[in-house]
Nanobody, 126 residues
């Protein structure tokens, strides 16, 4: 019923830019938080950026701070991740996620999110 669909991944050169999009639908509640996680080969899924829609609090992983920007369009039920100055270390499957409730202290916790997109692959070549 509730579905999130991520798109926008692809192959880019180091230093390039890419915007990921996530459309969410099939819900009858407001999402408290939206987030992007990523998982590189052999690594744990990690938070990239999260946004609380209650107060606008935003989290960025240190590795992407200053390069990535998260935003949402509530009217269109979309969340975006604008990625700039991409590096090979950014190569991963990127997942969007949403939850109707989450404590701010748990905004970056994987288990806080009830709904997930299918993921979109971002590959950055050197």
């Amino acid at each position: 019923e509730v579905q999130l669909q991520a798109s926008g991944g692809g192959l880019v050169e180091t230093g390039g830019s890419l915007r990921l999009s996530c459309a969410f639908s099939g819900f009858s509640f407001d999402f408290y938080a939206l987030a992007w996680f990523r998982q590189a080969p052999g690594k744990e899924r990690e938070p990239v950026s999260c946004i609380s829609r209650s107060d606008g609090s935003i989290y960025y992983a240190d590795s992407v701070k200053g390069r990535f920007t998260i935003s949402s369009d509530n009217a269109k039920n979309m969340v975006y991740l604008q990625m700039a100055d991409l590096k090979p270390g950014d190569t991963a499957v990127y997942y969007c996620a949403a939850t109707p409730r989450v404590a701010l202290s748990a905004l970056t916790i994987l288990s806080s999110y009830d709904y997930w997109g299918q993921g979109t692959l971002v590959t950055v070549s050197s």
